[in-house]
């Protein structure tokens, strides 16, 4: 059992540029969670996905941010034209399902200038 | 609309005293609660848990009670230690196994 996995650990980009996060969860969990967490405040629901299917997207995901995991296995989370107020740490979760609490990842930092 | 809170920004504490950290939600149909630990740079990582239809649930120093009534529950560290320090997420497990998190509570254990 590896963890969760996230990558980059860091993103540096230029306000307007794409950016692309990768989730490798844990091996046979059909749960993902994606999350976003800025200073002062606690993991903010994006996202999640029951195998492939993604179940639920919150309004803070805008039309920029487009998530997928088509084959319900790892995650990538996309960040279209990249704002100043999208500088955040994105965190990846996964879960068995049935399950009362979910394992995180250690995060991607991002941070557009 | 903020539906796991946690009002308290800080908390600090003598070590080897008790530690209570206090959360508040707002809506009944959640089936669980969890609490996470998280560290600077690293992601949250699962403390303990409880489910809806209880009012205590204990591991080791870490016992969560949940108090359905007044939608409340609180988690306390007993004795507190050093490592302890740490922001404390309160969060909420909806039917559908959406979880909602508070915004956190930072904990320092004072030597």
């Known amino acids: 059992d590896t963890g969760v996995s996230q990558n980059p650990r860091h993103k540096i980009t230029k306000r307007g540029q794409n950016v692309t996060f990768r989730c490798d969860p844990i091996?046979?969990?059909?749960?993902l969670y994606w999350y976003r967490q800025t200073l002062g405040q606690g993991p903010e629901f994006l996202t999640y996905?029951?195998?492939?299917?993604?179940?639920?997207k919150s309004r803070l995901l805008s039309d920029r941010f487009s998530a997928e995991r088509p084959k319900g296995s790892f995650s990538t989370l996309e960040i279209q034209r990249t704002e100043q107020g999208d500088s955040a740490m994105y965190l990846c979760a996964s879960s068995p399902g049935q399950t009362n609490h979910i394992y995180f990842g250690e995060g991607s930092w991002l941070t557009v200038v | 609309d903020q539906q796991v809170k946690q009002n308290s920004p800080s908390l600090s504490v003598q070590e080897g005293r008790i530690s209570i950290l206090n959360c508040d939600y707002t809506?009944?149909?959640?089936?669980?609660f969890l609490w996470y630990k998280k560290y600077p740079a690293e992601g949250p990582t699962f403390l303990i848990s409880?489910?809806?239809?209880?009012d205590k649930n204990e591991d080791g120093r870490f016992t969560v009670f949940l108090n359905k009534s007044a939608k409340h529950l609180s988690l306390h560290i007993v004795p507190s230690q050093p490592g302890d320090s740490a922001v404390y997420f309160c969060a909420a497990v909806n039917r559908d196994d959406k979880i909602i998190f508070g915004k956190g509570t930072r904990l320092h254990i004072l030597p």
């Open positions: 996905f029951q195998n492939e299917a993604q179940l639920e």
């Open positions: 809506n009944s149909m959640f089936d669980y």
């Open positions: 091996s046979e969990h059909n749960r």
């Open positions: 409880i489910s809806s239809i209880k």
